[in-house]
């Protein structure tokens, strides 16, 4: 090995355990944000603010987990380890989890009827992928978001729908291939639906591999196929 790929590689390292202690440290700030909200009683204008911190500690968090499983991928690192997962168990969970961050801008979280029994899956990625896309949905949706999962043609089908402007047309024709600056909703880089679609593709059973769909009903659909 050369100097300087060593030196590359040795910086590689210490970015991704710099990328690892920051959102550590984000997660800390995201689980005192979540215990205020739950415990103390604050004024209006203040508790919109710790929401607005909420949504965006969240978001952040995304992406760092997004990064560091990218980082792994390219170590050559196995990122998916799926697994027999209840996927009513797995709704019920997403819904918990969201529904009072959307509530309390005003969104209701509607929930199809699970139709899916059982997946095979990486759950804890695939559950990092859907929070992050509700996530999302807190700056975007108008009213409502509606989740759902069912069986389609042999996949497990996660989709999430909001009743905002939809996706731009840049990003509909997009392959998602890799991030793009300004390529998403508000000018994000996109690294949230690369990574979506690396996760998806991951997803082997046979000839078969997993896949995201992104639709405009007239507000954004996102879908998430998985073999």
């Given amino acids: ?26 997660g800390l700030v ?48 196995p990122l998916v380890l799926p697994d027999v997962v209840d996927c009513a168990d797995m709704m019920a969970e997403l819904v918990a989890y969201n529904m009072p961050l959307l509530a309390a801008r005003g969104i209701m979280l509607d929930v199809e009827e699970c139709t899916a029994e059982e997946g095979y899956f990486d759950r804890n990625l695939v559950l990092g992928v859907l929070n992050s896309v ?22 497990t089908v996660f989709s999430v729908i909001d009743d905002g402007p939809g996706f ?7 392959d998602l291939a890799t991030p793009s600056i300004g390529g998403t909703h508000g000018g994000s880089t996109g690294l949230g639906l690369y990574f979506a679609r690396r996760v998806a593709e991951l997803h082997r059973h046979r000839e078969r591999c997993g896949r995201v769909a992104l639709s405009n009903r007239p507000g954004s659909c996102f879908q998430l196929y998985l073999p």
């Fill in 30 to 77: 995201l689980n005192s944000a979540e215990t205020i909200a739950d415990t103390v009683v604050v004024a209006r204008e203040d508790h919109e603010a710790l929401i607005t911190l909420q949504h965006e500690a969240r978001r952040v968090n995304a992406d760092l987990m997004n990064l560091l499983g990218l980082f792994k991928l390219e170590r050559g690192s």
């Fill in 134 to 155: 509700l996530n999302n949905s807190f700056r975007h949706a108008v009213t409502t978001v509606t989740i759902g999962c069912a069986v389609h043609e042999g996949y």
């Fill in 168 to 174: 731009p047309a840049e990003v509909l024709a997009a």
């Fill in 1 to 26: 090995m050369s100097a300087s790929v060593a030196v590359q590689d040795g910086f590689t390292d210490l970015l991704a355990s710099a990328v690892h202690d920051i959102k550590n440290s984000i």
